[in-house]
């Protein structure tokens, strides 16, 4: 989920951008395997980055790359993958079936790259930290704790990275976004198009904002602006209200149910035994904020939402041995929450506006997940000590590349409203809307492939709404 710091720091980080010399890439022959056993015969290649370009003398960073040639010379620009998260890996992600077969079909139209930016995957030299957030098991989660917590558990791992050497202030978007020009460069190519999701757009939209005369077609799933790190609660209460109307006929007061049984918790916190995956029995009291992390964490696409009417009629009535265990896994069993480091720096440093930090504290005063649809965020805080990219990072900005965008009315992490919004500054911007589609979509649909790569063929799409079959709802 999308991070956010409370304690804003009003100057924004100096960025010196270094040149790059244009460099041949040793590339070297790798077979990548799906996760059903699909084979692709590739090339794997790094580029060296500083890692704080504003400190020439620092550590060099090792981006490693995995490169899909084209099947022919076509002329168009290198396509470069940016994985979500952030934290998620780009060669990992072309793993998954349904996007290696993305990758594989857009090698008709030019070189494919999956990339693992700074931090992440095979470019990671992040040591993991041994330290991670505590919480009591007979006692319910309060945002108190929740933050006490974090913040305890952030202080000493930023701490643990710093004697380590690693200078976590350099894990922000700007660098990622003068990575992703880096590559470039180091390829030789005059412009690169640009496809991603979730964070991954929201780094696409960055290497927009600061390098657009080198991006020759964009095309992004599941939008996160650059002022949306953290989500606003009115379009999270607004996808809630989306998951009502398809449930419809069969749970027809799903959101006043979420709203009584969060009432019954927070008065009233709840103990529940139940066996955990381990065998171990175990006892845990909930209370609000650990059912709205664990419906926040089920809320991404409709194969876990649809899980939702059931589970809070299940508590309504009394049964929370559903609940239980999903808390536990998300939030409560020890080691659950741990910092991996660039994950939580990236979305620190992308921070918000004072005026959207205003407008998200009087929305979640009333809102079906108060603060918690951004956790670890505001929890996390300061503790990390990363710098806060500033307001113009996060200021609009206009672009004449051609640019689609597609948003499922079913995502529970990035909205359609943010995404319609944002492409309006785009001159040569199209949106297609996924009626019942979440957040990863391109698991939900071979036909979101096929729009992809007719995209990056140069043709517009003719539709600007697709509609998917509506969930079922279970229990």
């Given amino acids: ?83 979500g998260g952030p934290g998620g890996s780009g060669i990992d992600a072309a793993r998954q079936p349904a996007r290696f077969a993305i990758f594989q079909a857009l090698r ?66 700007r660098e990622s976004a003068a990575d992703i020009d880096a590559l470039r460069v180091a390829l030789g190519v005059p412009k690169i198009s640009l496809w991603g999701i979730s964070y991954g757009s929201h780094l696409g939209l960055a290497v927009l904002k600061y390098y657009p005369k080198y991006v020759e077609r964009v095309s992004f799933v599941g939008i996160e602006g650059l002022d949306e790190t953290v989500k606003l609660p ?5 996808f809630y209200g989306r998951i009502q109307a398809a449930a419809q006929a069969v749970y027809p007061d799903f959101i006043a149910t979420m709203r009584r049984v969060h009432a019954r918790v927070e008065r009233a916190p709840v103990a529940v035994t139940f066996k955990a995956g381990s065998g171990e029995d175990v006892t845990l009291v909930m209370g609000v904020t650990d059912v709205r992390i664990a419906a926040t964490g089920l809320s991404s696409d409709p194969s876990r939402s649809r899980l939702l009417p059931g589970l809070y009629s299940m508590m309504d009535s009394g049964d929370f041995s559903r609940a239980a265990p999903v808390v ?8 659950a929450l741990t910092f991996r480091g660039m994950d939580e ?48 990072f996060r200021a609009p900005f206009e ?21 319609r919004a944002i492409i309006q500054r785009f ?49």
């Avoid at 108190?144 to 922000?172: H, K, P, Q």
């Avoid at 992809?452 to 079922?472: C, H, M, N, Q, Y």
Wanted: one cysteine or more.
């Fill in 399 to 419: 672009s004449d590349v051609p640019t689609l965008f597609l948003s499922g009315t079913l995502d529970g992490r990035t909205y359609p409203e943010s995404a």
């Fill in 108 to 173: 008709e139209v030019a070189d494919v790259i999956a990339f693992d930016q700074r931090g992440t995957g095979a470019s990671n030299t992040i040591p993991p930290c041994p330290i991670s957030p505590s919480l009591p098991r007979d006692q319910p989660t309060t945002r108190d704790s929740l933050t006490g917590a974090v913040r305890e558990a952030g202080a000493a791992c930023a701490s643990f990275w710093r004697e380590r050497g690693i200078d976590l202030a350099a894990y922000n978007t």
């Fill in 427 to 475: 001159r040569h911007g199209h949106h297609l809307i996924v009626e019942n589609g979440g957040h990863n979509l391109f698991e939900a649909s071979p036909l979101i492939k096929d729009v992809v790569v007719a995209w990056f063929r140069g043709e517009a799409p003719a539709i600007s709404t697709l509609k998917l079959p509506p969930p079922d709802f279970p229990y």
């Fill in 345 to 392: 720096a990236m979305d620190v440093a992308s921070g918000i506006s004072r005026e959207r930090l205003k407008l998200f504290e009087m929305q979640a005063a009333d809102a079906l997940m108060g603060e918690v649809i951004n956790f670890p965020m505001p929890h996390l805080g300061n503790a990390l000590g990363v710098p806060d990219l500033g307001n113009g």
């Fill in 234 to 238: 009115a379009l999270t209460d607004a």
């Fill in 328 to 335: 536990w896994e998300a939030l409560r069993k020890p080691g």
């Fill in 1 to 83: 989920m999308s991070c956010f710091v409370r304690r804003i720091i009003a100057v924004g980080v100096a960025l010196t951008v270094v040149a790059m010399p244009a460099a041949a890439i040793d590339f070297t022959p790798y077979e990548l395997v799906s996760r059903d056993g699909q084979k692709a015969q590739v090339e794997k290649g790094t580029i060296s980055v500083p890692e704080n370009r504003s400190k020439p003398s620092g550590r060099t960073l090792t981006l490693t790359f995995v490169r899909w040639p084209a099947l022919k010379a076509t002329g168009r620009a290198p396509i470069v993958y940016l994985a």
